[in-house]
């Protein structure tokens, strides 16, 4: 556990030394029964709070308890309009403490202050827009077909499971809760071991919003334990998750033996394409933003850059210079645009990767280093790293890195972007970058991409579905219809025959 203590220019220096959190057992504040651990502020090293995490006997209870909750609390019977206004305090209630969660999640990660910002506003977002889709949502008339007026209706699952990964744990938390209780579920969420605050802070706001005792239960601990536990549970209906993909192939195999749906969002090695039409000032700043905005610890990083050859040596030499003056340090400060990676480990991990790059061939353009000075030897600091020389079918090409790392490699013609573009196991988003609508349009169709960019890159809306194809997921999450992810399809045959079924009444 770390001895380093928290720099006294932090916001939050004050309110550290007291930070020993319970966990949330379906309303039941309580002390974890699992192992005691600490989560620590990748910047410097410094603890941010300790705590017990879930046991698998607390995540039974709460599942349990969860259900019990659905069945008599009347969350699930409540009318929609009754639902969104609860949802709709709960939004007000995260806009409320705006600076001080983004500060906390801030530490939980290691994000610059100005990203988790908007990733608290787009929090309160989900939930504001979620309680207008709960509340607007309209069940089908479906046409009439014989003597029997037909039509489609919705009800609630009952218990959602929703696991999250570390990297952006308030925008992806809310993303599930939000849905899965306007829909009328109870939700019991199992954040990232090393990421637990933002869960159990939206818990409490959830609470003091009026969401019913025992409908939101936050489960920090083991994937091992709590999250293997979550997924086989019969009274859980539905997994909702977000993280790698050999996690999520496995949780889809225990939902096929369950008969449960399940939803998937998992990595990606995102192509982003730079056309010899471009403008390079956009693309430029696009590309950098797209793979070195959130350490590149982002499932859509545009991590694989495609540039045409007649441009590339110009768009390289601009892309190195940007990359080398992005400015990597204190996530405290406002003008910081990359901060630490998350963990000591999933440092070594990135620096593998790109230790294996250069094994096979690669050529170091820009990174491949660990930034010094102004304290950053205390943190998981990894400079902003590109890559040439390599061919798309390489590992570091193909192969999930999660960090800073960008590979680069130049194209011929369209049919050459296309196919190579194509080539991964992966297909989540992907970026295009061009002056000319015909051909920005014939490449997006093209891509295989769950969401593509055309002229800007990692730009979000909750209004959009979103989610991957192949080992990138399942499922959609966002969207007006999102919350019907949440919901059981019924249809109802209302008979209008004035006289017995012919057969019964022979
Ligand atoms: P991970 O798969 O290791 O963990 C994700 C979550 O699953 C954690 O809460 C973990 O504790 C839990 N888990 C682990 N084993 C489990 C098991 N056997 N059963 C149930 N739950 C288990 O992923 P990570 O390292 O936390 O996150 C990084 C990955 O997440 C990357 O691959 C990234 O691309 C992906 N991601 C995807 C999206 C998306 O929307 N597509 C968004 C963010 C991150």
Known sequence: MSTTTASPSDPLAAELPRRDLDICVAGQWRRGRGDRYASIYPADGSISAELNAASADDTAEAIERAHQAFRTSGWASAKPHERA???????????????????????????????????????????????????????????????????????????????????????????????????????????????????????????????????????????????????????????????????????????????????????????????????????VAGVLYGIFSSSGESCIAGSRLFVHKRLYAEFMDRLVAGAKALRVGDPVSERTQMGPLVSVAHRASVEGYVTRGLADGGRLLAGGFRPEGEGRERGCYYAPTVIEGLANHQSICQEEIFGPVLVALPFDDEDDLLAQANHSVYALAAGIWTRDYKRAWRIARAVQAGTVWINTYKQFSIATPFGGWRDSGLGREKGRLGILEYMEQKSLYWGLNDTPLPWAAA
């Open 85 to 283: 206004r609860v949802l709709h305090r709960v939004a007000e209630g995260i806009r409320a403490r705006r600076e001080v969660l983004a500060q906390w999640q801030r530490r939980d990660n290691g994000k610059p202050i100005a990203e988790t910002r908007a990733l608290v506003d787009s929090a309160a977002g989900t939930f504001q827009f979620m309680a207008a889709a709960c509340e607007t949502l309209e069940d089908q008339l479906t046409p009439q077909r014989g003597a029997h007026l037909t039509m489609s209706v919705h009800e609630p699952m009952g218990v959602i499971g929703a696991i999250t990964p570390w990297n952006s744990p308030i925008a992806s938390e809310a993303q599930k809760m939000a849905p899965a209780l306007a829909a009328g579920n109870a939700v019991v969420v199992k954040p990232a071991e090393i990421t637990p605050l933002m869960a159990l802070e939206l818990a409490r706001i959830c609470d003091e919003a009026g969401v019913p005792k025992g409908m939101v239960s936050v489960l920090p601990g083991k994937g091992s334990v709590v999250g293997d536990l979550l997924v086989k549970h019969p009274l859980v209906k539905r997994i909702s998750f977000t993280g790698g993909t050999t996690t999520g192939r496995r949780i889809a195999h225990v939902a096929a033996d369950k008969m449960m749906s399940v939803a998937l969002e998992l990595g990606g090695k995102s192509p982003t394409m730079v056309l010899d039409d471009a403008d390079l000032d956009h693309a």
